[in-house]
């Protein structure tokens, strides 16, 4: 029971002890760290705080002073002379010492109070060094009192908005920390070239280190709520006596006044060489008078530790063993894997929360031990039965869908079966121009490396781009994408593959002219030719119950086959359909290219030119491009004679490479001839009737 309650609001305090008879000690961290060189607790050396106390005793002395003219008599000092002669336990002489420094400082503080824009020669009653002491202090103070910070003040902040004032002793001097300040005053003093420069120097400093003492005492002084009663805020400093420093290094600091107001001190031996040093859950030599501080800290910060019973802990690892059991595999590999993750986060948070928080311990090495043997064995076993319908897809598919789509098909695990499935897919064929001249210049081992290591360097790029393959047809490669795996801008897919085809088959072309007579000049300029629709088509496994080849059929399909067929006719090399184009018109560059109705279809069909992907056509299609369209406007608007012309200038743009026998500024030259003769009339829709494959 406590005699009145305590700051958490205790009226009695509650101690848990284990049925060893143990208390659970809450510890603040290590002895001392390696890394920051910091203690857990503050080590003040003994021999550090008998010289504090003799050095200290004046202010002391001075503090009690204050406190009871303040408590007592409304800060009025001479009122509290005999009261504190009555109370202290000093010499009544050192009282009146006291006394008469406290008197006119308690005049200066109550004038700047009033006059917070005062200056000492406007007080006129203290030399400008005190005057400047004193009003410092109060800023020092008004800082920390201030309702409206939104953080701590520091010495450096109240220097750089000048509210503190101090000289730093220096010509053009620009502040930007006390302790480069301090660095700088030290190698002024070690520069200076006569003794008077560096006698002010040094008094500079000595200002600088009282400052710096006096912000030190206002912030012990606001951590324990005692600004108003100290004032005035002034303190006694012996410039002979040494100044006293706790921590080593970077963490060296002075040791002030009302450094120790509020704290329990124990004392103990933390020497290497004593034996009274044991093994602690931070350190393997721990100072054991630690073991007393951390045990009274516990107790006093109201951070007791209570332990979550066995039961409970058995309780969580049963409850976390059927959810793994029946929960989780359940659920996808991905769902499964993420609901375990949360789970184990969560616990782990909860753990550490409720540690941090509350101060209970729950056990995390038995549940989190589960959670990881659990879920290890669950996902053993699907890695296994992964495997399995992988390589069922890989027997099935293998053959003509690229591994990633194999990847994404093996949760499936359904035989292949007869039927199909309609989608909207993009439908993609490419054939070698003039495969048959091929077959007479050539031997038959010649033809089939030739056309082997050309149909790999192709299906590769189909594959690389997510296409599914369908068949080979002597040269040509039947492709679709979409399918068995839905796939997003399928169109721009079939689009990149065409355009990384063409440049692949350059890369070809090149090799073969470096290996000289090895080939033919047919090869040489090998030239392939796409074509490329758009819509709904059937996707599935057609054939019979003993074989069957996973393939599509459709209008769509069709059409496809009559573009890469009829590129010949306009000597381009990759043709697609207005359905493919319009998906990614902002993403490639096209050649407007015509109206046509392909044989065996009555509707015509708006169809491009495909150059590359925006950004990366070459530079003569910067100039071709805008004058074909130029033409083939004119052309729509059966302005004929213009048209012709117009086409001519177009035509004298083009690349008329090797193997390359026209061009569509060429073959719409004789087609305005035509309509010239036979004008199609006003209701003409622009079409032209193909009457070859």
Not at 150 to 171: K, R
Not at 643 to 649: H, P, Q
């Amino acid at each position: 029971d406590l005699p009145e309650p305590d700051e958490h609001g205790r009226t009695e305090i509650h101690i848990p002890i284990n049925e060893k008879g143990q208390m659970v000690v809450n510890w603040a961290g290590p002895w001392k760290d390696k890394e920051t060189g910091k203690f857990d607790m503050m080590h003040y050396p003994y021999r550090m705080l008998k010289e504090f106390q003799e050095i200290e005793h004046p202010n002391y002395v001075m503090a009690e002073y204050k406190k009871i003219a303040n408590n007592q008599f409304d800060g009025n000092i001479k009122a509290a002379f005999s009261p504190a002669v009555a109370s202290i336990n000093t010499s009544k002489k050192q009282i009146m010492v006291i006394a008469k420094k406290l008197l006119p400082m308690s005049m200066a503080e109550k004038w700047i109070l009033n006059n917070p824009d005062g200056t000492a020669k406007e007080f006129k009653k203290l030399p400008p060094f005190m005057f400047d002491e004193i009003k410092n202090n109060n800023t020092i103070a008004n800082a920390f009192l201030d309702s409206n910070r939104t953080s701590i003040p520091t010495l450096d902040e109240l220097v750089t908005n000048e509210s503190i004032s101090f000289e730093s002793g220096m010509a053009d001097y620009e502040f930007t920390s006390i302790k480069q300040l301090q660095l700088d005053l030290e190698t002024s003093i070690e520069k200076a070239g006569d003794k008077g420069s560096k006698k002010a120097l040094k008094k500079t400093r000595a200002k600088l280190a009282l400052l710096e003492r006096n912000f030190q005492i206002i912030s012990n002084l606001h951590r324990n709520s005692m600004i108003d009663e100290q004032r005035p805020l002034y303190f006694h400093f012996d410039p002979k006596k040494k100044r006293l420093a706790v921590g080593e290094g970077k963490n060296k600091r002075s040791v002030v006044p009302f450094e120790f107001v509020g704290k329990k001190l124990y004392y103990g031996l933390t020497a290497a060489g004593t034996s009274d040093l044991n093994p602690m859950p931070f350190d393997s030599r721990y100072p054991m008078v630690g073991l007393h501080a951390n045990a009274l800290n516990t107790i006093l910060d109201n951070r007791i530790i209570f332990e979550i019973s066995k039961g409970w802990v058995a309780f969580i690892i049963l409850g976390l063993g059927v959810l793994l059991a029946f929960g989780v595999p359940s659920l996808s590999p991905a769902m499964g894997g993420l609901a375990t993750a949360i789970i184990v986060g969560g616990y782990t948070w909860l753990s550490f929360w409720l540690f941090s928080n509350q101060f209970v311990w729950l056990d995390m090495v038995g549940p989190l031990s589960t959670m990881a043997v659990g879920y290890l064995g669950i996902t053993v076993y699907n890695y296994i039965q992964e495997e399995k319908n992988k390589q069922f897809l890989k027997e099935s598919f293998g053959t003509y869908v690229s591994p990633e789509l194999i990847d994404q098909m093996y949760d499936s695990g359904e035989e292949p079966s007869l039927g199909g499935e309609e989608g909207y897919h993009t439908a993609f064929f490419t054939d070698i121009q003039s495969f048959s001249a091929f077959s007479e210049k050539l031997s038959a081992t010649d033809l089939v490396s030739l056309l082997n290591e050309y149909l790999t360097d192709m299906t590769n790029v189909l594959l690389e781009n997510k296409g599914t393959l369908d068949k080979y047809i002597g040269d040509a490669i039947v492709a679709f994408y979409g399918a068995p795996i839905e796939i997003e801008n399928h169109e721009l897919w079939a689009c990149r593959t065409a355009i990384i085809m063409q440049e692949n088959l350059e890369v070809l072309r090149q090799n073969w002219q470096s290996e000289g007579d090895r080939w033919p000049e047919i090869v040489h300029h090998m030239q392939n030719r796409i074509g490329i629709n758009t819509g709904q088509m059937v996707t599935g496994n057609m054939g019979s119950e003993s074989r069957m080849n996973y393939t599509m059929m459709g209008d769509t399909v069709n059409l496809a086959a009559r573009l890469e067929a009829s590129a010949k006719q306009y000597g381009i090399y990759i043709q697609i359909a207005d359905t493919t184009y319009q998906p990614v018109k902002d993403q490639v560059v096209v050649r407007d290219l015509d109206f046509v109705r392909v044989m065996g279809k009555t509707e015509p069909a708006q169809v491009y030119e495909l150059i590359s992907e925006t950004g990366k056509e070459p530079e003569l299609y910067k100039k071709l491009l805008p004058a074909f369209h130029e033409a083939l406007a004119l052309y729509r608007n059966q302005n004929w004679s213009k048209t012709i012309e117009a086409f001519k200038a177009s035509d004298d743009l083009e690349d008329m490479f090797p193997g390359r026998k026209t061009n569509p500024s060429r073959i719409y030259i004789p087609r305005c001839e035509h309509y010239m003769d036979n004008p199609p009339g006003d209701d003409w829709d622009g079409a032209w009737t193909l009457t070859s494959k």
